[in-house]
């Protein structure tokens, strides 16, 4: 199963982005997928995540900004990002829980995409 990442780039602080992941090989039922992220010299953080039914979780600095979403048909999950601020910055990293038939579930990641928010 590979996770493709798009959407990141530079944009002012209030600005918007959108990035998307798309799940793509083999046989495959996904379950939930998220978005970390990681900015420079700190570790990876939990910023959205959606389960299978819809159910949806924030971390609290982006609750109110972001919204993630999914597409089940298109294996695509979105993360909407309005009222950036300069300390979002960092590579946001896609992830999904994924039972492959014949191999298993288990835990895949995106290549990560860059986020930039200039004050």
């Known amino acids: 199963v590979q996770l493709q990442a798009s959407g990141g780039g530079l944009v002012q602080a209030g600005g918007s982005l959108r990035l998307s992941c798309a799940a793509s090989?083999?046989?495959?039922?996904?379950?939930?997928m998220a978005w970390y992220r990681q900015a420079p010299g700190k570790q990876r953080e939990l910023v959205a995540a959606?389960?299978?039914?819809?159910?949806?979780n924030y971390a609290d600095s982006v609750k109110g900004r972001f919204t993630i979403s999914r597409d089940n048909a298109k294996k695509t999950v979105y993360l909407e990002m309005n009222s950036l601020k300069v300390e979002d910055t960092a590579v946001y990293y896609c992830?999904?829980?994924?039972?492959?038939?014949?191999?298993?579930?288990?835990?895949?990641w995106g290549q990560g995409t860059m986020v930039t928010v200039s004050s």
């Open positions: 992830n999904a829980d994924v039972y492959v038939r014949d191999s298993g579930r288990g835990y895949f």
């Open positions: 090989g083999g046989t495959f039922s996904i379950y939930t």
């Open positions: 959606i389960s299978g039914g819809g159910s949806t």
